[in-house]
């Protein structure tokens, strides 16, 4: 498969894509012999995520099955709702809080600033899988989410995502102590019940490169809050020397980080790959006290295994974390939040974020 390298999605993705695929197989099909598309000349073709032609349209087969924001009273009673960072250019993010009898059992409330995955080309803060996730984890951690909504390639190429991830970033620091930025109004649930002394950033696929990304930027430039920790999980990263991709599969990985990332030196690109000489050494300064690195037994794996022992060896003075689920894809835990490494991989996740707070109720140990 191609696409080893590449921040795939899920299993569930791949299944849309396929069926999205044969549909435009059909659709061509029914059209007279001889008969031109002005469509059809292919410019990228990186099945199972995106098709680009030399007309400028986008097919994107694992297109999102999103939901709109509200309270999810069946299951975990964790309220949402979708809020516009800047209307100038459209930035919003879906946030998650937990029911405020149990968030007054502790005060104020943990922020986790969560980047949803979908190889910087698919996926939304709306998606399903992920919105029913955070609801969850909003729910167990006691904690408020915070999800933005960032561009997506090759529309918007990077570091488009990453300029929106960390716009978004700015705009949560800025309600500590009551601050906000000029022209922007509070926004309610953050500067009620946010503790802003306890931020956290995290992200799955993609989203775990921004995160990363994220705690970099926040190392170079004064954020204004500190971030206790950084969830890594099912990352992807790369680089020209990374054994796991070679060959023609090498050269479709190279190609596809060229595709949302055109102008790129290649895969030794700091947003690509942390440790590259081109990095600087920045991954030692990053701005976390903490990070856990997640790996499941997919084509990325050995490259969360890479990121995790390259991080302790940079330099980095804190602390360092490996969770892996033996026997499962990536994303698993969105697709089967029942199984036993689901179970423990939250449980994991759980911990290493209660490991800031002073007090846990009881229901939830």
């Not at 029914?30 to 030399?54: S, W």
């Not at 009551?178 to 946010?194: N, S, T």
């Amino acid at each position: 498969m191609w696409w080893v390298g590449v921040p795939s999605f899920s299993f569930s993705t791949i299944a849309q894509s396929t069926s999205a695929y044969w549909q435009v197989r059909k659709r061509k099909a029914k059209r007279p012999a001889g008969a031109m598309d002005p469509d059809g000349e292919v410019l990228h073709d990186f099945f199972p995520f995106i098709r680009q032609y030399k007309s400028g349209r986008v097919v994107r087969f694992g297109a999102a099955d999103t939901v709109p924001a509200g309270t999810d009273a069946a299951r975990t009673g964790v309220s949402s709702k979708d809020v516009v960072i800047d209307p100038g250019s459209g930035l919003w993010a879906r946030l998650y809080l937990p029911p405020l009898p149990a968030a007054g059992r502790q005060g104020r409330l943990p922020v986790i600033v969560y980047y949803h995955g979908g190889a910087f080309v698919i996926g939304s803060a709306a998606h399903r899988p992920t919105h029913e996730y955070l609801n969850g984890l909003a729910a167990d951690a006691g904690a408020l989410v915070v999800s933005p909504e960032y561009r997506l390639a090759p529309e918007h190429p990077l570091p488009a995502a990453h300029d929106d991830s960390w716009e978004a970033l700015r705009w949560v620091a800025s309600h500590a102590a009551g601050e906000e930025e000029e022209g922007r109004e509070p926004e309610p649930w953050l500067a009620e019940h946010g503790d802003l002394s306890r931020v956290f950033l995290a992200g799955v696929s993609a989203g775990s490169n921004i995160a990363h990304n994220m705690a970099v930027r926040a190392g170079e430039r004064s954020l204004g809050v500190p971030i206790r920790g950084i969830l890594v999980i099912h990352a992807y990263f790369n680089s020209e020397a990374s054994s796991s991709t070679t060959g023609v599969l090498k050269d479709k990985a190279e190609a596809f980080w060229r595709f949302v990332c055109p102008g790129t030196p290649g895969l030794d690109d700091p947003l690509c790959n942390p440790f590259s000489a081109a990095a600087g050494g920045s991954a030692a300064r990053i701005a976390a006290e903490r990070v856990l690195v997640c790996v499941a037994e997919d084509s990325l794996r050995e490259r969360g295994v890479w990121y995790y022992e390259s991080l302790r060896a940079s330099g980095y003075r804190g602390e360092v974390e490996l969770h892996e689920s033996a026997g499962e894809g990536h994303v698993f835990h969105y697709t089967k939040p029942e199984c036993e490494q689901a179970r423990l991989l939250h449980a994991r996740v759980l911990s290493f974020l209660r490991h800031e707070w002073v007090s846990v109720p009881s229901c939830w140990l």
